[in-house]
């Protein structure tokens, strides 16, 4: 009933679940976990997953990956991995409607930052990590900028199924999740280089090792994300939206979301697919270079490649290294860049990227409405509200921007947008670009004197 293809139409290979691969052995291309559906236990309705809200005993029925198993049915229900993940919150925000420029009603955040470990990331390393357990894996490691090393170390130490082997770069990583990685017991291996050496090296050493890979270049971790998008539309009340809005980075998700919608319209459960907005932050823009500037599409899987890596080389040429405030998505050579290209074509994509100074501000935004987030995450808001200042998106569109981790992952840009001046933000973030906190909630500072005290109050408030 499921198997592993490769994405490229002109191979099209196919291989076992049972085999441990991140790329196509004939092709080199990224693969897929594919399904025969007339063998699958497939709903007539959407709807029909509305009998698991009264099943929460059961810990299949709770998680937010697997009581969709019937759309992702990989595994049989006795391998299941689960730590109640996908337990998250599709948020209208009319604060960020007013900010956006969208009509009240409009807007709403999918807050991943409920996950156990604080992210996005759980949603597919609970499915990595049921392949895993499927196939007898003892070790798993990634390469990270910090969410998925936290995710995976999180998910060793509680199943004790595997120990976790993580690889981070030298450059930036938000103490918030190397904090996670380190106190949930990994093995943490730093390097010198950015994620994109890192994610070189953990595939060499997985392939030498046997170690069990769980970077978004692995199929199965997509198939857990694709369970937010699920999410999203339960929320809906299985509506479609008008625009799906993501941050991109490795470009797991944007692949993931395109691969569900794409499989849902084919199943007959849904009659149209939303349109998909890739975000990348100005300082690692090679999706946004590629798409919008080169031209580079999937056409059916028949793209001209030429340019990618022309691109790569002259990044090497210069030496450049990916640098946004935007620690999460700070990556040059995103893995799954011919998904994404696909995902693109099937869902009418556009790629935007922004700057720091605008992530940033879309931030404090978000937490104006009640929402903490990331600083990757406020790259969909600021994505979406450039994409309606160009007309690209309608006021009156219905648009889900995903927040794809919590507030408290990099607390560090947080206090510092709100309480230091442009120079000390930039020398303690070392970022550039920033030249002011445009929405700083910044502490008032009084005597310690009730009476000076109570004249601030009514003051400021």
Same mark, same amino acid.
């Given at each position: ?219 199965? %971790? ?155 995450? $406020?790259?969909?808001?600021?994505? $979406? ?12 569109? %219905? ?35 920033? %030249? ?26």
């Amino acid at each position: 009933m499921a198997f592993q293809q490769c994405i490229d139409p002109r191979c099209a290979a196919t291989y076992a679940v049972g085999e441990v691969l991140v790329d196509c052995p004939r092709c080199g291309n990224l693969l897929d976990v594919a399904y025969d559906w007339s063998r699958a236990a497939v709903p007539q309705s959407l709807r029909s997953f509305e009998k698991k809200w009264t099943q929460r005993r059961d810990p299949h029925a709770l998680s937010g990956v697997w009581r969709f198993h019937e759309l992702l049915p990989f595994a049989p229900p006795d391998a299941i991995v689960t730590v109640g993940e996908g337990q998250t919150l599709l948020q209208p925000s009319d604060t960020v409607a007013r900010y956006i420029g969208s009509q009240p009603g409009c807007v709403y955040l999918q807050y991943e930052g409920m996950n156990p470990s604080g992210s996005f990331k759980d949603n597919g390393m609970s499915a990595a990590f049921t392949h895993a357990r499927c196939v007898g894996a003892r070790r798993a490691a990634c390469a990270s900028t910090g969410n998925t090393s936290a995710s995976l170390a999180l998910y060793c130490a509680v199943t004790r199924l595997m120990r976790a082997v993580i690889f981070i770069g030298s450059g930036k990583i938000s103490y918030g999740k190397l904090s996670q990685a380190l106190e949930y017991g990994a093995l943490t291996v730093q390097i010198t280089g950015d994620f994109d050496d890192a994610m070189a090296r953990v595939k060499e050493v997985t392939s030498e090792l046997g170690i069990y890979l769980v970077n978004s270049v692995n199929p199965f %971790r997509l198939e857990g994300q694709k369970t937010i998008m699920y999410r999203v539309l339960e929320a809906l009340n299985w509506e479609v939206p008008d625009w799906i809005v993501v941050p991109g980075g490795n470009l797991g998700n944007s692949s993931s979301f395109g691969k569900a919608f794409y499989e849902l319209k084919q199943l007959g459960l849904i009659d149209r697919i939303p349109r998909l907005a890739v975000i990348n932050a100005d300082g690692a823009d090679t999706l946004y270079e590629l798409y919008e500037n080169r031209g580079v599409r999937w056409e059916q899987g028949l793209a001209d490649l030429a340019p990618v890596c022309q691109y790569y080389d002259e990044l090497d040429a210069k030496k450049r290294k990916a640098s946004t405030i935007a620690s999460a998505i700070e990556i040059n050579r995103p893995v799954n860049l011919n998904k994404c290209l696909r995902a693109l074509e099937w869902c009418e994509g556009v790629v935007r990227r922004v700057s720091d100074q605008e992530i940033l501000d879309a931030k404090a935004q978000v937490g104006a409405g009640g929402i903490g987030c990331e600083p990757a995450s $406020a790259a969909s808001v600021a994505g $979406a509200r450039l994409l309606r200042q160009e007309g690209e998106i309608a006021a009156g569109d %219905r648009v889900v921007c995903i927040l794809t981790g919590h507030q408290l992952k990099d607390p560090t840009a947080t206090v510092a947008y709100h309480t230091t001046d442009q120079a000390e933000f930039n020398q303690v973030l070392g970022v550039r670009g920033v %030249r002011r906190a445009s929405f700083a909630n910044r502490a008032v500072a009084v005597p310690n004197d009730l009476s000076e005290i109570i004249k601030a109050i009514q003051l400021y408030s």
